[in-house]
Nanobody
Framework: VQLQASGGGLVQPGGSLRLSCAAS????????IGWFRQAPGKEREGVSC????????YYADSVKGRFTISRDNAKNTVYLQMNSLKPEDTAVYYC???????????????WGQGTQVTVSS
């Protein structure tokens, strides 16, 4: 079982990035998948989550209207499209399988590897 996050990088404020969370060894469509981030010196926080089944979506208030989560079941991948990026979005971003669809790290079953996002001019 593996979750591999990718797509991070350095981007200027106002720019965009698309993160990918590729699953292997299991079918991600059967799980809620969440995106979390952790900035230096801060707690890891939930950013967005998409449930299994009906695909109910959750966003943290700080990213609503700027980030979009989606899943491509044929590719066994969940995406996080991030637009209008701000310096405060700088963090390591992680994807995870969730026992319950939420933004709480307490509901995480399995953490994937992270990808660094840096927003700076």
């Amino acid at each position: 079982v593996q979750l591999q996050a990718s797509g991070g990088g350095l981007v200027q404020p106002g720019g965009s990035l698309r993160l990918s969370c590729a699953a292997s060894g299991f079918t991600s469509a059967y799980y809620a998948i969440g995106w979390f981030r952790q900035a230096p010196g801060k707690e890891r926080e939930g950013v967005s989550c998409i449930s299994r089944g009906d695909g109910t979506i959750y966003y943290a208030d700080s990213v609503k209207g700027r980030f979009t989560i989606s899943r491509d079941n044929a590719k066994n991948t969940v995406y996080l499209q991030m637009n209008s990026l701000k310096p405060e979005d700088t963090a390591v971003y992680y994807c995870a399988t969730m026992g319950v669809a939420s933004l709480s790290k307490l509901d995480v079953d399995y953490w994937g590897q992270g990808t660094q996002v840096t927003v700076s001019s």
